[in-house]
């Protein structure tokens, strides 16, 4: 069998099971769509207080849209009261996602400090509390799609639980769980350990998708192998390289693939612009391509002077002209 396969995620048949993890101040609408477009199977919502939602969903709404090539995506919410996530998971049905995700790993201090994110790891009653209550939610008011759980491995090196908390989730009646393979502790240093993945996709009958040091293609590959577990998410792998999903599905089916040239990722770079400028307009959208286009010239020839000068960029028009002129520099372009 190929290790590129459909994802059965409770009553959600995925078709593949390369994943776009939420990633705060990444993963909106404008990104998500390139990463579909690029062949992401399954794409998500940053992450959205609960209780920001409940108090003005209107302003947390632009963190909710679809876009028009997500089909299926999840919506992820987090926060520490089961009432509140119950009455947050309420509010989501206008917007008809597939799946509801519920944040157990973020380690940002202003999520912890809420008692959401990676501190439910801490408290693993609360954690399937907050489980059943957006179960119950999703059963009450979103045709009862499936409630998925992002976690990681546990609070620090001390306290490794993943596995208890995976299975309350699961017992809760989560239908898929996945594992960022570090403590809150490390944040994102150090390394991920799979060896956390592999033993949580055989504990659990429901699929466990694995996240941590996806960089490439061969990374994806190897994780798969390694583990055993039913997909991947893709993180910070795929920030400016959107392509990840494609190249990755081509070596997991052919046994090769086709990296995109500097080119491609510069004319990927002005689409995500453009996408992003017809949700937020071309002054925000100009401002949030600066890091954005530091990823997609990350390792490109001459992307150090390029990135200089894309940084100061305030139109759209600068930023294809400063495009055009790197293009023509290339000796391949």
């Not at 969903?57 to 299926?72: F, N, Q």
């Not at 403590?183 to 390394?191: D, E, H, L, M, V």
Request: proline share 6%.
């Amino acid at each position: 069998m190929s290790r590129y396969h459909p994802v059965v995620i409770g009553s959600l048949h995925v078709p593949g099971n390369l994943f776009l993890a939420p990633v705060a101040g990444y993963t909106d609408r404008a990104f998500r769509a390139l990463c579909v477009e690029q062949g992401a199977d399954f794409t998500c919502t940053e992450l959205i207080s609960a209780e920001a939602l409940i108090r003005n969903r209107v302003k947390a709404e632009p963190l909710m849209r679809r876009s028009d090539t997500e089909d299926p995506y999840g919506i992820q919410l987090f926060g520490a009261d089961p009432e509140v996530m119950y009455q947050a998971a309420a509010l989501l049905a206008p917007y008809h996602p597939e799946a509801v995700d519920i944040n157990c790993g973020c380690p940002v201090p202003k999520v912890v400090k809420t008692g959401a994110g990676s501190a439910l790891m801490r408290q693993p009653s609360l954690l399937g509390r907050i489980v059943e209550a957006v179960v119950r939610a999703s059963r009450d008011y979103l045709q009862s799609v499936p409630v998925t759980v992002k976690m990681r491995s546990g609070w620090d090196s001390a306290s490794i639980n993943y596995h208890t908390c995976a299975r309350i989730a699961v017992e809760a009646g989560a239908a898929l769980v996945s594992l960022h393979a570090r403590t809150r502790a490390q944040g994102y240093a150090g390394k991920s350990d799979w060896l956390h993945i592999r033993d949580l996709a055989s504990r659990l009958a429901v699929p466990v998708a694995g996240s941590g040091d996806l960089f490439s293609p061969e990374d994806a590959e190897a994780m798969l192998r390694e583990t055993g577990c039913a997909g991947v998410l893709f993180a910070r792998g795929a920030l400016g390289n959107p392509f990840i999903f494609g190249t990755t599905r081509s070596l997991l089916l052919t046994g090769s693939y086709t990296p995109p040239d500097a080119a491609e990722r510069l004319h990927t770079g002005l689409r995500h612009l453009q996408l992003l400028a017809q949700d937020w307009g071309e002054k925000t959208a100009c401002l949030e391509m600066r890091k954005h286009f530091c990823a997609y010239t990350k390792g490109m020839p001459g992307g150090a002077p390029l990135r200089n000068k894309l940084v100061h960029a305030e139109t759209i028009e600068e930023y294809r002209a400063l495009c055009r002129e790197a293009e023509d520099l290339m000796p391949y372009g």
